[in-house]
Each structure stands twice: as C-alpha cells, then as structure tokens.
T-cell receptor, first 112, second 114 residues
C-alpha cells in the first residue's frame, strides 16, 4: 500500500526567508502524481503545486518549487521569500490512480 | 467559475442519528471525492464517484455511503452516527475521466456528534 510521510510536524520561518518542507512516500508504481496542498486556518484546502512522476524537471509555481527525487521517493517543497499569508498546514499527497493519500501535515509558522 | 460548495457548513447531530452532506462540484467536473479529516487520523479517503458510479472506496464501514447525481452533485450519508464520526468532511472535485487531474476542495462540513 502506498504511504506518505511528513516527518516535520511543525516548522517556522522568518518573513522573506526560505523554508523547505519534507515529504517521502512509498510506492511500487512508476507512474503517479504528487501534490502539495495548503490548508490555512479557514480550512479551505488549496492546491499549491503538482509534480508528474514521469517528468524529471522539478515543478515551480512562483515562490513555490519542489525537489523531486524519484529514486529516493522524496518530494520536498521549498517556499522562497516567505510571507505571513504562507502560514498554514501543508499536506503532501500522492495520487494513483483515483484517490489522494495524504501525509500527516506540517504546520508552518511565519514570523515577521 | 464558482468553486466547490458544500452544505451545510456546520452540523450537530446526536449519536444514533443519520446525516446527509451535500457537495456541488466545479462546473464541468465529473468526479467527486470525499475525505474525512480528524486530528487523530488526519485526512482519509472515503470514496470517489465519477459519472454516477462509485469508482473507488476507502476503508470505512458500510455506515458511510454516497451517491452522485446526473448533474455531478454528490451526497454523502452516514447512518447510526458514532462519537468518532465527528470530523471535518471535505469534498473535492476534478475533471475525471482519463488522466490524472488536480482535485479542488470545498470548504468542508464540520460534523459534531454528541
């Protein structure tokens, strides 16, 4: 069975600094998708970034980028120039084929 | 385009009762998935519907059921409520069909069982 592990329950970062959230997963599949979702205190889950396993190039969305290491089954999220609005729970998720399997989440605090 | 909507947003029920939650997907989306979120168990997949058919199911008892209508709206039903069913229930929609599409989440329904 596929599993997703986020080993950092909490992280903190200073405004304008960079922070990296870790995620590892376990699967025997070769084709799958990985996502990072953000859940602010308002509870609406928001898609941050996605990565297709067959693509070697790391995905980037503005200040958010991933470091995808397929052989190591690692999928970390880097947030550059952190902003107060980035404070939230961040969930790493694996999808194959029709359901999302989530990690336990990392709570990110951003300090001014 | 309007996002995923869920009704009601908050619900208080008594043990033993049943409850129905509703989800309206983004226009054009044909797949609806349901998730349960609790502090102890995190986010767990309940089931997914595509074109009115249940395509995938998580490890939940038969008290949890769902359905999807021809307009892609979906309902989730929980019968004989237990205290442990208190949770945030999230609905997510995606285009569905061939390929992997992003899931877009609704704001959730907060269910409290007393």
């Amino acid at each position: 069975a596929q599993t997703v592990t986020q080993s950092q329950p909490e992280m903190s970062v200073q405004e304008a600094e960079t922070v990296t959230l870790s995620c590892t997963y376990d699967t025997s599949e070769s084709d799958y998708y990985l996502f990072w979702y953000k859940q602010p205190p308002s509870r609406q889950m928001i898609l941050v970034i996605r990565q297709e396993a067959y693509k070697q190039q790391n995905a980037t969305e503005n200040r958010f980028s991933v470091n995808f290491q397929k052989a190591a089954k690692s999928f970390s999220l880097k947030i550059s120039d952190s902003q107060l609005g980035d404070a939230a729970m961040y969930f790493c998720a694996y999808r194959h084929p029709d359901k999302l399997i989530f990690g336990t989440g990392t709570r990110l605090q951003v300090f001014p | 385009k309007a996002g995923v909507t869920q009704t009601p947003r908050y619900l208080i029920k008594t043990r033993g009762q049943q409850v129905t939650l509703s989800c309206s997907p983004i226009s054009g989306h044909r797949s609806v998935s349901w998730y349960q979120q609790t502090p102890g168990q995190g986010l767990q997949f309940l089931f997914e519907y595509f074109s009115e058919t249940q395509r995938n199911k998580g490890n939940f008892p038969g008290r949890f059921s769902g359905r999807q209508f021809s307009n892609s709206r979906s309902e989730m039903n929980v019968s004989t409520l237990e205290l442990g069913d208190s949770a945030l229930y999230l609905c997510a929609s995606s285009l569905g069909g061939q390929g992997i599409y992003e899931q877009y989440f609704g704001p959730g329904t907060r269910l409290t069982v007393t």
